[in-house]
Protein backbone atom coordinates (compact mmCIF):
# COMPACT_ATOMS: atom_id res chain seq x y z
CA UNK A 1 0.00 0.00 0.00
CA UNK A 2 1.09 3.14 -0.77
CA UNK A 3 0.14 5.95 1.55
CA UNK A 4 0.25 8.70 -1.38
CA UNK A 5 -2.08 7.07 -3.50
CA UNK A 6 -4.89 8.87 -5.10
CA UNK A 7 -8.17 8.95 -3.98
CA UNK A 8 -10.49 7.81 -6.91
CA UNK A 9 -12.68 10.98 -7.60
CA UNK A 10 -14.45 9.85 -10.57
CA UNK A 11 -16.29 6.96 -10.30
CA UNK A 12 -19.10 7.13 -7.38
CA UNK A 13 -19.72 3.91 -5.59
CA UNK A 14 -22.59 2.70 -3.33
CA UNK A 15 -23.14 -0.72 -1.83
CA UNK A 16 -21.05 -2.35 0.83
CA UNK A 17 -18.52 -0.09 1.77
CA UNK A 18 -14.91 -0.86 4.55
CA UNK A 19 -13.34 2.12 5.97
CA UNK A 20 -9.97 1.53 7.70
CA UNK A 21 -10.19 3.85 11.03
CA UNK A 22 -8.01 5.04 13.60
CA UNK A 23 -9.07 6.85 17.15
CA UNK A 24 -7.57 7.75 20.05
CA UNK A 25 -10.45 6.62 22.85
CA UNK A 26 -9.54 9.21 25.50
CA UNK A 27 -12.37 10.91 25.34
CA UNK A 28 -14.83 8.53 24.37
CA UNK A 29 -16.91 5.51 26.84
CA UNK A 30 -15.89 3.24 24.00
CA UNK A 31 -17.07 2.27 20.59
CA UNK A 32 -20.46 1.09 21.29
CA UNK A 33 -23.07 3.60 20.45
CA UNK A 34 -24.94 4.63 23.86
CA UNK A 35 -27.64 6.92 24.86
CA UNK A 36 -25.75 8.44 28.16
CA UNK A 37 -22.39 9.87 26.37
CA UNK A 38 -19.96 9.87 23.75
CA UNK A 39 -19.41 6.69 21.85
CA UNK A 40 -16.67 6.15 18.33
CA UNK A 41 -19.56 4.71 16.67
CA UNK A 42 -21.79 7.71 16.89
CA UNK A 43 -18.99 10.29 15.95
CA UNK A 44 -18.07 8.32 12.61
CA UNK A 45 -22.51 7.09 11.51
CA UNK A 46 -22.83 10.82 12.15
CA UNK A 47 -20.09 11.69 10.03
CA UNK A 48 -21.25 9.47 7.43
CA UNK A 49 -24.52 10.29 7.32
CA UNK A 50 -23.84 13.66 6.18
CA UNK A 51 -21.60 12.87 3.43
CA UNK A 52 -24.77 10.18 2.38
CA UNK A 53 -27.19 12.45 3.14
CA UNK A 54 -28.94 9.33 4.92
CA UNK A 55 -28.75 7.63 7.88
CA UNK A 56 -25.48 5.16 8.16
CA UNK A 57 -24.82 2.72 10.19
CA UNK A 58 -21.86 1.05 10.59
CA UNK A 59 -20.62 -2.65 12.02
CA UNK A 60 -17.16 -2.81 13.29
CA UNK A 61 -14.76 -5.31 13.23
CA UNK A 62 -14.13 -5.54 17.37
CA UNK A 63 -15.87 -3.14 20.08
CA UNK A 64 -13.08 -1.16 22.12
CA UNK A 65 -13.85 -0.43 25.51
CA UNK A 66 -13.62 3.31 26.84
CA UNK A 67 -10.18 4.53 26.66
CA UNK A 68 -9.00 2.38 24.54
CA UNK A 69 -7.04 3.58 21.38
CA UNK A 70 -7.16 1.74 17.73
CA UNK A 71 -4.70 2.18 15.19
CA UNK A 72 -6.71 -0.54 12.79
CA UNK A 73 -9.84 -0.50 13.20
CA UNK A 74 -12.41 -2.24 10.48
CA UNK A 75 -15.69 -1.05 9.88
CA UNK A 76 -18.14 -1.02 6.90
CA UNK A 77 -21.70 -0.11 6.10
CA UNK A 78 -24.63 -0.54 3.70
CA UNK A 79 -25.38 2.51 1.65
CA UNK A 80 -27.01 3.25 -1.98
CA UNK A 81 -26.30 6.61 -1.92
CA UNK A 82 -22.97 6.75 -4.48
CA UNK A 83 -19.96 8.57 -3.51
CA UNK A 84 -16.24 8.78 -5.24
CA UNK A 85 -13.88 7.13 -2.75
CA UNK A 86 -12.62 10.28 -2.20
CA UNK A 87 -15.84 12.10 -0.70
CA UNK A 88 -16.02 8.35 1.42
CA UNK A 89 -12.70 8.83 3.06
CA UNK A 90 -12.05 13.13 2.85
CA UNK A 91 -15.41 14.40 3.09
CA UNK A 92 -16.16 11.96 6.30
CA UNK A 93 -12.69 13.05 8.05
CA UNK A 94 -13.91 16.63 7.63
CA UNK A 95 -16.91 16.06 9.23
CA UNK A 96 -15.05 13.68 12.20
CA UNK A 97 -13.99 15.11 15.81
CA UNK A 98 -9.84 15.38 15.67
CA UNK A 99 -9.34 12.45 17.43
CA UNK A 100 -11.15 10.04 14.55
CA UNK A 101 -9.40 9.55 11.06
CA UNK A 102 -10.19 7.36 8.18
CA UNK A 103 -6.99 6.25 6.36
CA UNK A 104 -8.87 4.23 3.79
CA UNK A 105 -12.19 2.87 1.98
CA UNK A 106 -13.16 0.35 -0.36
CA UNK A 107 -15.85 -1.48 -2.08
CA UNK A 108 -16.59 -4.96 -0.69
CA UNK A 109 -18.51 -8.50 -1.76
CA UNK A 110 -21.81 -8.68 0.21
CA UNK A 111 -20.52 -11.67 1.84
CA UNK A 112 -17.44 -9.39 4.18
CA UNK A 113 -18.63 -8.51 7.33
CA UNK A 114 -16.70 -6.21 9.56
CA UNK A 115 -16.71 -8.47 12.61
CA UNK A 116 -18.37 -11.89 11.45
CA UNK A 117 -15.68 -12.24 8.77
CA UNK A 118 -13.19 -11.79 11.23
CA UNK A 119 -10.65 -14.84 11.82
CA UNK A 120 -8.02 -12.75 14.39
CA UNK A 121 -7.34 -9.46 16.42
CA UNK A 122 -4.64 -8.22 18.02
CA UNK A 123 -4.09 -5.96 20.45
CA UNK A 124 -0.36 -3.67 21.90
CA UNK A 125 -0.49 -2.89 25.49
CA UNK A 126 2.27 -0.53 26.20
CA UNK A 127 3.86 0.69 29.46
CA UNK A 128 6.45 3.70 30.06
CA UNK A 129 8.79 2.29 32.58
CA UNK A 130 10.57 4.82 33.91
CA UNK A 131 10.57 6.67 37.70
CA UNK A 132 9.07 9.77 36.40
CA UNK A 133 5.84 9.86 34.85
CA UNK A 134 5.22 11.60 31.18
CA UNK A 135 4.45 15.14 30.29
CA UNK A 136 4.33 13.59 26.33
CA UNK A 137 1.79 10.98 25.47
CA UNK A 138 0.50 10.21 29.17
CA UNK A 139 -3.01 9.15 27.63
CA UNK A 140 -1.44 6.82 25.11
CA UNK A 141 0.46 4.63 27.66
CA UNK A 142 0.49 3.09 31.13
CA UNK A 143 3.47 4.70 33.07
CA UNK A 144 5.04 2.02 35.62
CA UNK A 145 7.43 3.55 37.86
CA UNK A 146 9.47 0.60 39.18
CA UNK A 147 11.95 -1.44 36.89
CA UNK A 148 10.03 -4.31 34.72
CA UNK A 149 11.73 -7.13 33.49
CA UNK A 150 10.61 -7.97 30.78
CA UNK A 151 12.29 -11.05 29.88
CA UNK A 152 10.25 -12.43 32.78
CA UNK A 153 6.98 -11.08 32.08
CA UNK A 154 7.62 -13.16 28.26
CA UNK A 155 8.32 -16.35 29.83
CA UNK A 156 4.94 -15.80 32.08
CA UNK A 157 3.05 -15.25 29.08
CA UNK A 158 4.08 -17.94 26.93
CA UNK A 159 1.70 -19.97 29.01
CA UNK A 160 -1.26 -18.61 27.23
CA UNK A 161 -0.78 -19.66 23.95
CA UNK A 162 -2.99 -22.10 22.86
CA UNK A 163 -6.68 -22.51 23.11
CA UNK A 164 -7.93 -22.07 27.22
CA UNK A 165 -10.53 -21.33 29.36
CA UNK A 166 -9.86 -17.75 30.27
CA UNK A 167 -12.24 -17.39 33.07
CA UNK A 168 -9.29 -16.22 34.81
CA UNK A 169 -8.91 -13.37 33.24
CA UNK A 170 -12.23 -11.80 32.11
CA UNK A 171 -14.21 -9.08 33.57
CA UNK A 172 -17.44 -10.27 35.93
CA UNK A 173 -19.53 -8.40 33.10
CA UNK A 174 -18.37 -10.01 30.29
CA UNK A 175 -21.25 -11.33 28.23
CA UNK A 176 -19.74 -14.18 26.10
CA UNK A 177 -21.61 -17.17 26.12
CA UNK A 178 -18.15 -19.15 26.22
CA UNK A 179 -14.97 -18.27 27.80
CA UNK A 180 -12.86 -20.23 25.71
CA UNK A 181 -10.60 -18.48 23.21
CA UNK A 182 -7.42 -19.37 20.92
CA UNK A 183 -4.37 -17.11 21.46
CA UNK A 184 -1.76 -17.38 18.47
CA UNK A 185 1.17 -15.61 20.42
CA UNK A 186 1.82 -13.19 23.05
CA UNK A 187 5.34 -11.36 22.86
CA UNK A 188 6.52 -9.11 25.48
CA UNK A 189 9.58 -6.95 24.42
CA UNK A 190 11.66 -3.67 25.05
CA UNK A 191 12.11 -0.82 23.22
CA UNK A 192 14.12 1.86 25.74
CA UNK A 193 11.63 2.80 28.14
CA UNK A 194 8.84 1.24 26.62
CA UNK A 195 7.66 -2.36 27.78
CA UNK A 196 5.00 -3.41 25.17
CA UNK A 197 2.70 -6.66 25.29
CA UNK A 198 1.66 -7.63 21.99
CA UNK A 199 -1.33 -10.25 21.57
CA UNK A 200 -3.18 -11.95 18.69
CA UNK A 201 -6.34 -14.19 19.21
CA UNK A 202 -9.45 -15.46 17.68
CA UNK A 203 -11.01 -13.22 19.49
CA UNK A 204 -10.88 -11.83 23.54
CA UNK A 205 -13.29 -11.56 26.06
CA UNK A 206 -13.95 -8.52 28.28
CA UNK A 207 -11.23 -6.71 29.57
CA UNK A 208 -8.95 -9.65 29.00
CA UNK A 209 -6.15 -8.27 27.20
CA UNK A 210 -6.05 -5.75 30.56
CA UNK A 211 -6.48 -8.27 32.96
CA UNK A 212 -3.34 -10.37 31.40
CA UNK A 213 -1.27 -7.18 31.38
CA UNK A 214 -2.03 -6.49 35.07
CA UNK A 215 -0.74 -10.08 36.17
CA UNK A 216 2.25 -9.59 33.68
CA UNK A 217 2.99 -6.23 34.95
CA UNK A 218 2.89 -7.78 39.17
CA UNK A 219 5.22 -10.45 37.33
CA UNK A 220 7.88 -7.88 35.59
CA UNK A 221 8.28 -5.95 38.50
CA UNK A 222 8.64 -9.11 40.88
CA UNK A 223 5.59 -8.81 42.56
CA UNK A 224 4.53 -12.00 41.15
CA UNK A 225 6.23 -15.41 40.13
CA UNK A 226 6.42 -16.43 36.44
CA UNK A 227 4.20 -19.58 37.41
CA UNK A 228 1.32 -16.95 38.62
CA UNK A 229 -0.04 -16.51 34.91
CA UNK A 230 -0.58 -20.22 34.10
CA UNK A 231 -1.43 -20.84 37.58
CA UNK A 232 -4.57 -18.07 37.36
CA UNK A 233 -5.22 -19.85 33.76
CA UNK A 234 -6.03 -22.73 35.26
CA UNK A 235 -7.66 -21.94 38.19
CA UNK A 236 -10.50 -20.10 36.86
CA UNK A 237 -11.09 -17.29 39.19
CA UNK A 238 -10.81 -14.08 38.20
CA UNK A 239 -11.36 -12.51 41.64
CA UNK A 240 -7.81 -14.38 42.67
CA UNK A 241 -5.95 -11.99 39.82
CA UNK A 242 -3.92 -8.85 40.06
CA UNK A 243 -6.09 -5.82 39.43
CA UNK A 244 -6.86 -4.72 35.54
CA UNK A 245 -4.30 -2.60 33.93
CA UNK A 246 -5.64 0.85 32.61
CA UNK A 247 -7.30 1.39 29.66
CA UNK A 248 -5.57 3.91 27.97
CA UNK A 249 -2.64 1.61 27.88
CA UNK A 250 -4.09 -0.40 25.00
CA UNK A 251 -4.01 -0.21 21.65
CA UNK A 252 -6.09 -2.18 18.73
CA UNK A 253 -3.53 -2.75 15.84
CA UNK A 254 -5.11 -5.02 13.61
CA UNK A 255 -7.56 -7.52 12.56
CA UNK A 256 -7.50 -10.42 9.99
CA UNK A 257 -9.49 -11.44 7.00
CA UNK A 258 -9.21 -14.00 4.47
CA UNK A 259 -6.61 -12.56 2.17
CA UNK A 260 -8.98 -12.96 -0.63
CA UNK A 261 -11.14 -9.55 0.34
CA UNK A 262 -7.75 -7.41 -0.53
CA UNK A 263 -7.96 -4.56 2.35
CA UNK A 264 -5.14 -2.56 2.55
CA UNK A 265 -2.06 -3.71 3.90
CA UNK A 266 -0.61 -0.98 6.91
CA UNK A 267 2.73 -0.58 9.66
CA UNK A 268 1.33 -2.04 12.83
CA UNK A 269 0.99 1.08 15.57
CA UNK A 270 1.45 2.57 17.45
CA UNK A 271 2.81 5.33 15.94
CA UNK A 272 5.50 4.92 17.98
CA UNK A 273 6.02 1.34 16.76
CA UNK A 274 5.48 1.38 13.25
CA UNK A 275 9.49 1.58 12.80
CA UNK A 276 9.22 -1.91 14.43
CA UNK A 277 8.80 -2.89 10.24
CA UNK A 278 5.47 -5.42 10.84
CA UNK A 279 2.83 -4.58 8.13
CA UNK A 280 -0.41 -6.20 9.15
CA UNK A 281 -1.34 -9.66 8.04
CA UNK A 282 1.91 -10.70 7.43
CA UNK A 283 1.86 -13.57 9.89
CA UNK A 284 0.43 -16.76 9.40
CA UNK A 285 -2.46 -18.14 11.42
CA UNK A 286 -1.85 -21.12 13.56
CA UNK A 287 -4.03 -24.13 12.74
CA UNK A 288 -6.52 -24.96 15.28
CA UNK A 289 -9.57 -26.95 15.72
CA UNK A 290 -11.37 -24.05 17.71
CA UNK A 291 -14.71 -23.53 16.68
CA UNK A 292 -15.44 -19.69 16.14
CA UNK A 293 -18.09 -18.57 18.53
CA UNK A 294 -21.11 -17.36 16.97
CA UNK A 295 -21.49 -13.57 17.69
CA UNK A 296 -25.19 -12.07 18.73
CA UNK A 297 -26.74 -11.31 16.04
CA UNK A 298 -24.88 -13.01 13.56
CA UNK A 299 -27.09 -14.24 10.31
CA UNK A 300 -26.88 -18.27 10.55
CA UNK A 301 -25.06 -20.28 8.37
CA UNK A 302 -23.13 -16.32 7.64
CA UNK A 303 -19.63 -18.31 7.00
CA UNK A 304 -19.46 -21.59 4.24
CA UNK A 305 -17.65 -23.63 6.97
CA UNK A 306 -16.79 -23.35 10.79
CA UNK A 307 -14.26 -20.49 11.10
CA UNK A 308 -10.84 -22.35 12.13
CA UNK A 309 -7.97 -19.65 13.08
Sequence with gaps: MSFFTRLDENERVSGRIALGLEYR?????????????PSLQASLEA??????????????????????????QIVHFD???ARTLK????GTNVNLPRDMSVRWARVMPHDFHARFSSLARRYRYVILNQPMPPALDAEHMTWHRHP??????????QSLIGEHDFSGYRAAGCQSSTPWR?????????????????IQANAFLHHMVRNIAGVLIAVGDGRREVSRARNLLEGRDRTLSEATAPAHGLHFVDVYYDPRFELPAEPLGPAGLYFSGEWTGQRTLPAS????PVYRGEPAGHLSSPGRV
Design 25 to 37: GTAYQGWQRLNHG
Design 289 to 292: NYQR
Design 79 to 81: TTS
Design 87 to 90: AWVM
Design 47 to 72: ALSRIAQSPIEVMCSGRTDSGVHATR
Design 182 to 198: HVHFVEVTRVGPLVVID
Design 148 to 157: LDEKRMHEAA
